[in-house]
């Protein structure tokens, strides 16, 4: 690692060329990018908890909790390949809206439950059935994954825009060397005493 950075590191090599002096700065650019990926980053994993604290709230108008009536039987456990049985099912089940409306709608229930059971369920400010909101811990979870994900994708572009430009560099290099050896095979064919 030391040696590669030392490859980059602005020195007075007689030996540097001009494409190590413009690689060692595209290096240094490519670092002072990754680091303002930060901020914005930053910003959108603030986004991402802001959202997430919205999924969280519950209360009435927002999100609440109601105790809803099976007015069918749930399916029983129901085989999954390689996960064994699933343990919930859907049913039709009946609840009663804060402002006194009945609603029916599918519900998710412990399989194999009879028509009758008391399940909870939740619904919105309307009393239609929603999910349940997230926990904080989901929230903050999401907001720093958003976070990295950000500067993950910040560095992949980085290193992908600084591998074209290695690759333009190398180019030229390449070119340079091949014109160098063609000057040299044409100074030694003329040194070359005659016989």
């Known amino acids: 690692?030391?040696?590669?950075?030392?490859?980059y590191w602005l020195g007075r090599n007689p030996l540097r060329r001009r494409s190590d002096r413009l690689e060692g700065a595209g290096v240094a650019v490519a670092l002072i990018l990754l680091l303002f990926s930060v901020w914005p980053a930053v910003v959108m994993g603030r986004l991402a908890?802001?959202?997430?604290?919205?999924?969280e709230r519950a209360g009435p108008g927002i999100?609440?909790?109601?105790?809803?009536?099976?007015?069918?039987?749930?399916?029983?456990p129901v085989p999954v390949a390689g996960e064994g049985v699933a343990p919930e099912s859907?049913?039709?089940?009946r609840w009663v809206t804060p402002s006194g409306e009945r609603r029916t709608g599918q519900v998710a229930v412990p399989a194999g439950a009879r028509t009758g059971a008391s399940v909870k369920a939740w619904i919105d400010g309307r009393g239609a059935l929603t999910r349940p909101p997230t926990t904080h811990a989901d929230t903050l979870a999401g907001a720093v994954t958003t976070t990295l994900l950000v500067?993950?994708?910040?560095?992949?572009?980085?290193?992908?825009?600084?591998?074209?430009?290695?690759?333009?560099?190398?180019?030229?290099?390449?070119?340079?060397?091949?014109?160098?050896w063609a000057e040299a095979c044409a100074r030694w064919r003329r040194r070359k005493p005659d016989r």
């Open 63 to 76: 999100r609440q909790q109601v105790t809803a009536t099976l007015v069918q039987d749930a399916p029983g």
């Open 49 to 55: 908890y802001e959202n997430g604290l919205q999924a």
């Open 1 to 7: 690692m030391a040696l590669r950075m030392r490859r």
């Open 90 to 93: 859907h049913a039709a089940a």
């Open 151 to 180: 500067i993950a994708g910040a560095a992949a572009t980085l290193a992908l825009g600084f591998r074209g430009f290695r690759w333009l560099l190398d180019r030229g290099r390449y070119a340079a060397w091949d014109a160098s």
